[in-house]
């Protein structure tokens, strides 16, 4: 019925794949399915060897797709989904921790609704453009060296009058794709371009015609999901406190960008929840 994908980055070192099976070993999905590990950026076979090792000294049923390139996650993401069969998919980035029991229960409890196209375990309506023009003012800071003003300058003109035009200005809602389920069909059916560079897998994940977008122009909702297995629509994700808010305390399964904003001091994640909802405390 499902495949669970987890994408591992060779570049990454098997301690982080080793915190994902912990975690995955923790908390019970609480449902059926086939486990993938996707391997992205293989060199040589063998360089699989120790993480194939580890997953079955911990007892773990699973499958394997090999990826030779280094490509960007949505990427090896369209590239494996070509490859399984089951009719959903829950894609899991690198990063990804469970944090709660029965997460695959609480996605699938809500997949049989034929108006359902996509559902993350986090979203926000952060837009890229206005967000690195907020962290890179047209204003000289003394301390800084030279080229770090003329980065900074150059990179304000560029979200201004180019990136502009690729991103919705703020507020912009999309799915976070680090934790998402979607049909396999409805995924083969996502129009993308290249997506060799990180700033193209932007551009998809919230870009002007974003993995949200198309779906939300195909009459499908997009949901984020809770802890408790609660789904919520775009106007609500601020209330499912499960990103970039409050103490995330609602969050299902985590990843690096959900830590950073646990390990900020108090102004720093004032200014991560202002770019993320437009919330100023």
């Known amino acids: 019925m499902v495949s669970v994908v987890h994408l591992v980055w060779m570049d990454y070192g098997i301690e982080l794949f080793s915190k994902f099976l912990e975690s995955y070993t923790k908390f019970p999905a609480g449902y059926p399915h086939d486990l993938v590990l996707l391997f992205n950026g293989v060199k040589e076979l063998k360089d699989t060897d120790p993480y194939v090792d580890l997953a079955r000294k911990a007892g773990l049923s699973f499958k394997t797709h090999l990826n030779y390139r280094r490509d960007q996650d949505l990427q090896a993401y369209f590239w494996v989904t070509e490859r399984i069969t089951t009719p959903y998919v829950l894609f899991l980035n690198s990063y990804v921790r469970f944090l709660s029991g029965g997460w695959l ?5 809500h997949s049989n609704s034929e108006e359902i196209g996509i559902i993350g375990a986090t979203g ?10 907020n ?3 047209l204003k000289w800071q003394s301390k800084d060296s030279f080229k770090d003003n003329l980065r900074r300058y150059r990179t304000f003109l560029k979200a201004k009058f180019y990136w502009k035009w690729l991103f919705p200005d703020f507020p912009n809602p999309h799915i976070r794709t680090n934790a998402f389920l979607i049909r396999r069909d409805l995924m083969l059916a996502i129009r993308t371009r290249s997506l060799r560079s990180k700033f193209q897998a932007y551009l ?8 949200t977008r198309q779906i939300l122009n195909k009459g499908k909702r997009v949901l984020v999901i809770d802890k408790n297995g609660n789904t919520h629509d775009p106007l609500k994700w601020p209330d499912a406190k499960v990103f970039w808010i409050a103490d995330q305390e609602n969050l299902l399964i985590s990843d690096n960008q959900t830590q950073n904003y646990a390990n900020a ?3 720093g994640k004032k200014e991560m929840t202002a770019n993320a909802w437009g919330i100023k405390g």
Do not use: C, F, H
């Open 105 to 109: 229960a609480k996605y699938m409890s």
């Open 124 to 133: 926000s309506w952060l837009s890229y453009y206005r967000t690195v023009r």
């Open 135 to 137: 962290i890179n003012p």
């Open 204 to 211: 998809l994940e919230s870009g002007l015609k974003s993995i």
């Open 265 to 267: 001091d108090s102004q």
